[in-house]
């Protein structure tokens, strides 16, 4: 290496990619039952767990579920783990101030929903075990848009964020299980 | 060197548009894989597994395939980001440890969601060849042209490959291109990216494979006719596409030198020549003659599952060995553009 | 019976925000060469090549390794690209020993690294989209849930913060060097995910790590002495499911339980000398010495609050500085490996803690569920 600081050439390319993928038939029927008001799961034949959106298979037990395997689920759960993000700026990003993202378990769920917002609470009251309800858009405002197959937006677009219910906290010892 | 064969296998039809997601696709195939070599998922003792992100379309998509070995509860396990036939490589390595016997590979890639030619455009030097827009089609376009130039192949001959690959195809119920064309036929088509005609051009497809390989006696216990890994070597070449020879593979050479290959008679030949003329520089690199039975499958023109089209090929070879129809093979993957880095798996019957 | 491994050579490079006077085959080429050149051999010495990143989609390139090829002497020989998350520095060390233990290969060169400045992290770990959690979002309603399960006080993960930023400061190549680091100055510092704060936090570092993995007769001729490779192990596990335990994840129980027993090591605090563990954020440290079961169910942070964690304590972790002082994600795995390496060998320098004979490495990755651990002795057993 010569002495002299040598000038770095540096160039600017960017790339954009598209990718477009069809919601898989499950996640279909499971889109039109969120717009039609209604969150469904896939309860595993075997071990009996309910996983929301069904992925198809339970992954504990690595077997194939189906329609057949299609239960409800309550629009009330359990907020069992949170964060409060400061978000930092990048292409894509529309945040601008701290928010939530909660972790909740539905009644009737063995899975949880990630990435959740919660309201009509400030932040600083918001703790594991809190009890909450889905808020849902008007139905003529609901849409499977922000749906993905790779898990991203679980309910977006159909319930915007999740509200105290204001019953009594759930015991700890319920949710201990269900913590991401 | 331990003994380690193939004893399970499955495969998923390749199709342009698969409406499952990856990991519903690798699922069963990981399942009918275990099940074929008589072995429940846990009792195996090392998993690897093969993709790409960037065919996903988002970091971490491997996270998800996992869901498909059952990593509950903990497995040994890891992950390359390249094809299949590598994750065997890994798990091969792995067994030699001796201390445990068997392990599972897959190999998975929806191509449908992106565009292949742009998404393959990034898998180039990024300072002096991705800014000028070089796109994999043009690459092999290039490489099919200084072929020609070099008096080693006519555009009759990529034809030819072509119509070989398809006739075969109609044998394999997992090929997705297949029939029986007409070399003149093909001919009369037009350029796509001159001198590469469509049928030059692998179909873009969403696939999945899985292997399940086993050490020594249990690899007996568990298959009749295991398919012996004899040999399993991989190298790779300079990037750059204008500093090599893109008429000729010396890495496949030397792979299957290094995997004992020495010339002699090849029941079957499995080879990833992702376009039509690939194939006639695999064959020159690897000394076989005209003769020789090559892509009974149909190969990667008549289907190219990304990340699994490499395993898929050991799978083919693989089971003509377990079924009796061949006793000896040559499969063959490759990674990059234009042959840049390549794999040749030597299997044999007992 | 498998072969012996050792490292008998270590490089890495300075690490920085923005490594601007390198390209990416530079960036890789210095640690390689160091490593080479530590090692006293050339790339002509070496069989085959090993490569660790994260996501490609951090820099922009699909399968950057092919594009490599010639910068790391690789052009005829093999060449694997290992991609495990954020563990995938550490197994890729352990890739690179398999190829040397199965006997296929004498001499591996293992490299891994992040050229984050070539492009963006954030928006790569958001895949594009807005509400991105960012690198720390999913950790900390664990740590979050740790704390509450153990009633640890909130200035255990300020304490290891200060910790590791002044082990860093007698460490050339760590990014971050702090000299007025304080705990008034991490509490004050923005919070980022709720608990975790600015100053908890691991930076985003441009940097490269190398080492040149060899087999016992090359380990006992090394010029320099070496690293004996005595256990490694990997363990997976889904990273979302009912019942999971993310606090204390049972494949690191598992992963760590299986290098114990290769390593013949039955009380881990006390037969290991150091600890190079993966600790992007402060509580991390308590978590991991709790979920490897280094300290007792709780007792984790109190090995922290007691001063048993720095370097000069009884259980000195991070002597580099660690993740939370140098972060070229890709290379980080690798990076506790490779100074667990220079500790045994006694080459850390101005961080080298006295006495070492036994030292474990340890690195995770993806939401806390990948495993690759290590155990590195100075004299092979």
Redesign the interface.
């Known amino acids: 290496m010569s002495d002299a600081k040598k000038e770095t050439l540096v160039m600017e390319h960017l790339v954009s990619l598209r990718y477009e993928e069809e919601l898989t038939p499950i996640l279909e029927r499971y889109v039109d039952a969120l717009i039609d008001g209604r969150i469904v799961g896939h309860k595993c034949p075997q071990c009996g767990r309910v996983f929301v959106p069904g992925k198809g298979y339970c992954p504990m037990c690595v077997v194939e579920t189906t329609e057949r395997d299609e239960v409800e689920v309550a629009d009330t759960g359990t907020v069992t783990g949170f964060t409060i993000i400061t978000p930092v700026a990048y292409y894509g990003q529309e945040e601008t101030e701290p928010f939530v993202y909660a972790s909740v378990l539905l009644d009737g769920a063995d899975s949880t929903l990630g990435g959740q917002d919660v309201v009509g609470i400030p932040h600083d009251q918001i703790h594991s075990g809190l009890r909450v309800r889905a808020v849902w858009r008007p139905k003529e405002k609901r849409s499977g848009n922000a749906v993905t197959n790779r898990g991203w937006g679980s309910v977006a677009s159909v319930i915007d964020a999740f509200e105290p219910t204001g019953e009594p906290d759930m015991d700890r010892a319920k949710f201990e299980e269900h913590i991401f | ?1 331990s003994d380690v064969a193939v004893v399970g296998w499955a495969q998923t039809p390749s199709v342009r ?1 698969a ?3 990856e ?2 696709l690798l ?2 195939t ?2 009918q894989a275990l099940a074929r070599a008589n072995l429940d ?1 846990r009792e195996i003792g090392f998993t690897c597994a093969g993709s ?3 065919l ?9 395939n ?17 094809d299949g036939a ?1 994750a065997m ?2 798990a091969w ?2 067994l ?4 445990i016997d068997t392990a599972l590979v897959f190999g998975s890639g ?1 191509s ?4 292949p030619a ?3 455009a ?6 002096y ?3 000028l827009g070089v796109d994999p089609v043009s690459l092999a376009g290039i490489q099919a042209r200084a072929l020609l130039d070099a008096g080693k192949a006519t555009e009759r001959d990529f034809a030819e490959v072509a119509v070989r690959s398809r006739h075969n195809a109609v044998d394999n119920p997992n090929a997705q291109v297949k029939g029986d064309a007409s070399v003149d036929a093909l001919l009369a088509e037009p350029y796509v990216r001159a001198p590469l005609r469509k049928h030059d051009l692998p179909p873009i497809s969403d696939g999945a494979v899985a292997v399940v390989l086993a050490r020594g006696d249990r690899a007996r216990q568990l298959c009749e006719r295991p398919a012996w890994i004899r040999g399993l ?8 596409p204008g ?1 090599r020879d893109l008429t000729a593979s010396p ?1 496949t050479t ?1 792979a299957a030198r290094k995997a004992g290959y020495d010339g002699g008679p090849l029941d079957v030949i499995e080879l990833s020549a992702t376009f039509s003329p690939q194939e006639l520089i695999l064959r020159e690199a690897l000394g076989l003659d005209a003769g020789a039975n090559v892509n009974p499958s149909g190969g990667a023109l008549a289907a190219n599952p990304v990340m699994a089209t490499g395993l898929i090929r050991i799978v083919e070879v693989a089971q003509r060995i377990a079924s009796g129809a061949a006793d000896r093979g040559l499969a063959h993957a490759t ?2 553009q234009v042959l ?2 390549n794999l040749v798996c030597m299997l044999e019957g007992e | 019976m498998a072969e012996r491994c050792a490292i008998v050579g270590v490089g890495q490079t300075h690490h920085k925000k923005r490594r601007d006077d390198v390209s990416i085959p530079g960036l890789l080429r210095e640690a390689a060469l160091r490593a080479l050149e530590d090692a006293e051999c050339t790339f002509a010495d070496i069989d085959a090549v090993v490569i660790g990143k994260a996501p490609d989609a951090f820099e922009g390139i699909v399968q950057p390794e092919l594009f490599l090829a010639e910068a790391l002497g690789g052009a005829g020989k093999p060449m694997l690209r290992v991609h495990t998350a954020g563990s995938v520095g550490g197994t890729t060390v352990i890739v690179g020993a398999h190829l040397v233990q199965s006997r296929i290969h004498q001499r591996v060169l293992a490299v891994a690294w992040e050229k984050q400045s070539e492009g963006n992290a954030q928006w790569g770990l958001a895949g594009g989209r807005s509400r991105g959690i960012g690198a720390g979002g999913a950790f900390a309603p664990w740590i979050r849930a740790y704390i509450e399960q153990t009633g640890a006080p909130e200035y255990i993960g300020w304490q290891v913060a200060v910790k590791d930023r002044l082990n860093a400061l007698k460490n050339p190549y760590a990014h971050l060097h702090l000299p007025d680091i304080s705990i008034e100055k991490v509490k004050e510092s923005a919070m980022l995910w709720d608990p975790l704060r600015f100053l908890e936090s691991c930076p985003s570092s441009d940097g490269a790590c190398a080492v040149v993995l060899t087999d016992e007769a090359g380990g006992k001729r090394a010029p320099k002495p070496a690293a004996w490779i005595e256990a490694t192990a990997v363990r997976s596990e889904l990273g979302v499911f009912p019942g999971r335990n993310p606090v204390r994840p049972q494949a690191g129980v598992e992963c760590a339980h299986d290098v114990y027993r290769q390593a013949g090591i039955s009380v881990p605090r006390q037969e290991i000398d150091v600890a190079e563990l993966y600790v992007p954020f402060s509580w991390y440290e308590p978590m991991w010495l709790e979920g490897h079961d280094i300290a007792g169910p709780g007792e984790g942070w109190k090995m922290v609050e007691s001063g048993d964690t720095e370097i000069t304590g009884s259980f000195p972790v991070n002597p580099s500085g660690g993740v939370l002082s140098s972060n070229p994600i890709g290379a980080s795995g690798m990076l506790r490996f490779a100074e667990a390496a220079l500790q045994v060998r006694g080459l850390a320098g101005e961080h080298q803690v006295d006495g070492v004979r036994t030292a474990l490495a340890q690195a995770y990755g993806g939401g806390a569920q990948y495993f690759a651990m290590g155990v590195l002795r100075s004299e092979p057993s």
């Open positions: 060197m548009l409406r499952e997601s990991v519903q699922v069963p990981v399942a998922r790409c992100d960037y996903t379309g988002g970091p971490f998509a491997f996270v998800s996992l869901e498909a070995a059952g990593a509950w509860p903990p497995i040994a396990e890891s992950h390359v980001e390249m590598w490589y890994e390595v792995r030699q440890h001796g201390d929806k449908s969601p992106s565009q742009e998404v393959w990034q898998q180039l030097d990024p300072y060849l991705a800014p070597d991989h190298r790779i070449e300079v990037h750059q500093m890495s030397l990674g990059g840049q880095h």
